[in-house]
């Protein structure tokens, strides 16, 4: 029985050695439409590249590199770099299991704010500054929001809608305790004092608790606008309680 055990797991790894060094090419007529360009992908399964893919938000150049190890594990994983839009690059590793939970490790993205302007509320809203994001480990899914540990930094930050609102350099660290995402906000600067916690449950059950205060010198609207979002307090000062699950979310 052993000796058919061993023959077993040789075939199944031959068979996967075969599968993953199968050039792009000669699988790119069973991809989606939008996979079929021949010219923007070079490489194989296992190692391959792709340039100028066409997303809703942009143009995509990816590389990847996969990890044999993560199939004994079920899962398919990956050391990726990318560059989104010529404004946003990152690189880490990333793998796809079971489920369709993806898992993200030591992974560093950097970038323009403006991006976000095609994210939230398009046309309505502009960011301005620069995005850094770290993950040391992150367990996401279409059900499943979390843990998360890493740092979140926004560098010279501003929203601009109705009026201009400039809130300095925000960072946002996040760490696992007992399974559930728990973050810390803060800021430097700016136009308003931010301080807060915001707490994500893996369901997508969230909490945020956040104390905004105004600076002296702010502008009317800023006063105008913390009016209408937050609860006033004493010392001048706006608390912004929410709470809720992110599978509610329009």
């Known amino acids: 029985m052993r000796l058919i055990g061993l023959a077993v797991l040789f075939v199944l790894a031959l068979l996967a050695t075969l599968l993953l060094q199968t050039p792009l090419s000669r699988v ?3 991809m ?3 996979l079929r360009d021949g010219e923007r992908f070079n490489g194989t399964l296992a190692r391959g590249s792709v340039f ?6 942009g143009m995509l150049d990816l590389d990847w590199d996969l990890t044999p190890t993560s199939l004994l594990r079920g899962a398919l994983g990956a050391d990726v770099t990318f560059d ?3 404004e946003v690059d990152g690189a ?6 079971l489920g369709r939970v993806l898992t993200l490790r030591e992974v560093l993205v950097t970038g323009r704010a403006q991006q976000l302007d095609k994210l939230v509320l398009p046309g309505v809203l502009q960011f301005i500054g620069d995005m850094r994001v770290e993950l040391s480990d992150a367990t996401l899914g279409e059900q ?3 843990p998360v540990t890493g740092v979140v930094q926004w560098s010279q930050s501003q929203v ?5 609102v400039s809130l300095g350099d925000i960072s946002l660290t996040l760490e696992e305790r007992d399974g559930d995402t728990h973050g810390v906000l803060q800021n430097q600067g700016g136009d308003v004092a931010l301080s807060g916690t915001v707490v994500l449950a893996p369901n997508g059950d969230y909490q945020t608790d956040i104390v905004a205060v105004p600076s002296p010198d702010a502008d009317r609207g800023v006063q105008f606008t913390l009016d209408s ?4 307090e004493s010392g001048n000062r706006y608390r912004i309680r929410e709470s809720g699950n992110l599978t509610q979310l329009n």
């Open 28 to 30: 790119q007529p069973w």
């Open 32 to 34: 989606p439409e939008m």
């Open 52 to 57: 100028g893919l066409h997303t809703v938000n």
């Open 84 to 86: 989104w839009d010529g």
């Open 92 to 97: 880490g590793w990333a793998s796809v299991g």
């Open 144 to 146: 499943q929001f979390g």
């Open 160 to 164: 601009i809608g109705q009026i201009s």
């Open 229 to 232: 979002i937050a609860t006033p």
